[in-house]
């Protein structure tokens, strides 16, 4: 009765099942998942609210690419970190999410096919199959740190391929391409004719070590990719940890002929669904100034979990796999039971955590945690973690 576009089973997987139960019954549950910031004990200023009570939004005067204000209004946060980026390029989505159903439709006949990064995060593939999309993964191969298999993606490309996802910082590993993975993926664009989708959601929150001198933790930028169509994501889920705000933006970048073409072309889809509220719009000013206290808090405490849970493995089994950015953090541990084993173990002991296999880490001994939770949630977690009996399999 419906469409194949949807998951074979909607039954929940086992471990979910068990997940599910635990909440069920209450009680306190340590959740080193969390990726909802407006859960994560951040203190949210009050002017976050007061933002959208601005008359403009009482006009609705739609634009396919979003209100020029609220475009302008990108650029200058461009401006902050140091980017010049026209207005005229940018397309507003209601999130990132919705910017890649755009893409999908810009760049792909059904059957058509995207490659994605593995390990990432499952939302892709999702996202691919409800546009009739196929995917083929490509790696990032743990050797320490997260190092692009240049051949093999260089294998996955087919007759049908038609855009290259990269995530900078990686969810879930954050990893960032080096220079010289950024031109093997130019090359792989330019000798196929693909283009370019960067998902840069992450790009506020870099883990590397703070520069002197500076009020926030730098930035992550992608490099220009030279004569290849890229898609810069971004959004304000990530950036003022807002995901209801529903705001997020592609920037279009590349040889001048095929960006106006493709500005051309989301100007058709986005004026399908003119999907962008003007309420957002209209208070995007007054949120990313307001928002900024919201990231510093985030950097702050994404800096503290890591430093903490590198600290407490170091010398134990554990390997931390250190991210360059982003929310989370691998973990490579001795466990070599069945791919729930330990997630349903910690459970037990109050803890939720996602196997690695969930972004598709091979299955013995991946655990991913969210450096956004609460810093006594996660000491508390990664002590259980660290004295399980599992670990004795070594
Ligand atoms: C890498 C990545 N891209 C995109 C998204 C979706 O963001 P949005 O809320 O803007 O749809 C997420 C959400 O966690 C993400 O991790």
């Given amino acids: 009765m419906f469409s194949t576009?949807?998951?074979?089973?909607?039954?929940?997987?086992?471990?979910?099942a068990a997940v599910a139960a635990r909440r069920a019954r209450g009680g306190r549950l340590l959740d080193l998942t969390i990726s909802n910031p407006t859960t994560a004990g951040l203190a949210y200023p009050e002017t976050l609210a007061t933002a959208w009570s601005n008359v403009a939004a009482l006009r609705y005067d739609p634009d396919p690419r979003g209100t020029h204000a609220a475009r302008a209004t990108i650029c200058r946060w461009y401006a902050s970190v140091g980017e010049t980026v026209p207005a005229d390029r940018?397309?507003?989505?209601?999130?990132?999410?919705?910017?890649?159903?755009?893409?999908?439709?810009?760049?792909?006949?059904?059957?058509?096919r995207i490659l994605v990064p593995c390990p990432s995060y499952p939302l892709f593939e999702h996202l691919a199959h409800l546009d009739g999309v196929a995917t083929d993964r490509y790696a990032f191969r743990d050797a320490g740190r997260w190092?692009?298999?240049e051949v093999e993606l260089?294998?996955?490309?087919?007759?049908?391929?038609?855009?290259?996802?990269?995530?900078?910082?990686?969810?879930p590993t954050g990893s960032v391409p080096s220079a010289r993975e950024w031109e093997a993926i130019g090359d792989v664009c330019r000798r196929h004719g693909l283009a370019l989708i960067v998902d840069e959601v992450f790009s506020a929150y870099p883990l590397g070590p703070a520069?002197?001198?500076?009020?926030?933790?730098?930035?992550?930028t992608t490099p220009e990719v030279p004569g290849v169509l890229t898609v810069r994501l971004n959004g304000l889920s990530k950036l003022i940890g807002l995901p209801q705000a529903k705001l997020g933006w592609m920037l279009v970048g590349g040889p001048?002929?095929?960006?106006?073409?493709?500005?051309d072309a989301l100007d058709v889809i986005a004026d399908t669904y003119l999907s962008v509220s003007t309420p957002v719009q209209a208070a995007l000013p007054a949120l990313l100034e307001a928002g900024a206290s919201v990231r510093a808090q985030i950097q702050a405490r994404l800096r503290a979990n890591l430093a903490g849970i590198t600290a407490r493995v170091t010398g134990s089994a554990i390997?931390?796999?250190?991210?360059?950015?982003?929310?989370?953090v691998v973990l490579r541990v001795p466990c070599l039971g069945g791919p729930d084993d330990l997630a349903l173990a910690l459970l037990d002991h109050d803890v939720l955590v996602h196997p690695g296999y969930f972004y598709d880490l091979p299955h013995d001994g991946y655990v991913v945690l969210s450096l956004l939770a609460p810093e006594g949630d996660v000491r508390e977690g990664l002590e259980a973690l660290?004295?399980?009996?599992?670990?004795?399999?070594?």
């Fill in 147 to 149: 190092v692009l298999d």
């Fill in 256 to 263: 001048d002929d095929r960006v106006r073409a493709a500005l």
């Fill in 154 to 171: 260089d294998a996955q490309v087919t007759p049908r391929t038609r855009a290259l996802i990269v995530v900078s910082p990686n969810n």
């Fill in 90 to 112: 940018l397309v507003l989505t209601a999130s990132t999410s919705e910017a890649y159903s755009h893409l999908f439709k810009l760049l792909c006949d059904p059957g058509d």
């Fill in 386 to 394: 660290c004295t399980l009996p599992l670990l004795q399999l070594t």
């Fill in 319 to 328: 390997d931390v796999r250190v991210p360059d950015g982003g929310w989370s």
């Fill in 5 to 16: 576009r949807l998951p074979a089973s909607l039954v929940p997987t086992p471990l979910a």
């Fill in 211 to 220: 520069r002197p001198g500076q009020d926030e933790p730098g930035h992550v």
